[in-house]
Nanobody, 123 residues
Framework: QVQLVESGGGLVQAGDSLRVSCAASGRASSSSFMGWFRQAPGKEREFVAA???????YYGDSVKGRFIISRDNAKNTMYLQMNSLKPEDTAVYYC?????????????????WGQGTQVTVSS
C-alpha cells in the first residue's frame, strides 16, 4: 500500500518562504497524480497544487505564481515550495496520491492521504 508522510511545516511570518515535503512508499511513484491540499478550521478542503506522472503541474488560483510543486521519483518524494506566504495560507497541508484519478483538482479523486503538516503564517 502507499504510505505518505509530510514534513517541514512550521510557524513563519508573512512574506517568508517554506518548503514542505512528502515522503512516499509503496507504488506512489506510479501515481497518475500526486498533490497538495490544505484545510483551515471551518473551511472546505482546498486544492493547492498537483503534479502528474509526466511532470505536468497544476495550481489553485490562490497560490499561482507563489507556490511550486515538484517530485523526485528516485527519492519517492514530493515537494511544495511556498513563497510570499500570507496569513490566509495558514492551514494543515495534506499530501495525497491517486493511481486512477483523472481530476487532479478534486479531493474525491485521491485514494491516499498523509497525516498533514501545520503551516502557520503570522502577520
Amino acid at each position: 500500500q502507499v504510505q505518505l508522510v509530510e514534513s517541514g511545516g512550521g510557524l513563519v511570518q508573512a512574506g517568508d518562504s517554506l518548503r514542505v515535503s512528502c515522503a512516499a512508499s509503496g507504488r506512489a511513484s506510479s501515481s497518475s497524480f500526486m498533490g497538495w491540499f490544505r484545510q483551515a478550521p471551518g473551511k472546505e478542503r482546498e486544492f493547492v497544487a498537483a503534479i502528474s506522472l509526466f511532470g505536468n503541474t497544476y495550481y489553485g488560483d490562490s497560490v499561482k505564481g507563489r507556490f511550486i510543486i515538484s517530485r523526485d521519483n528516485a527519492k519517492n518524494t514530493m515537494y511544495l515550495q511556498m513563497n510570499s506566504l500570507k496569513p490566509e495560507d495558514t492551514a494543515v497541508y495534506y499530501c495525497a496520491a491517486t493511481t486512477a484519478g483523472r481530476y487532479y483538482y478534486s479531493s474525491r479523486e485521491y485514494d491516499y492521504w498523509g497525516q498533514g503538516t501545520q503551516v502557520t503564517v503570522s502577520s
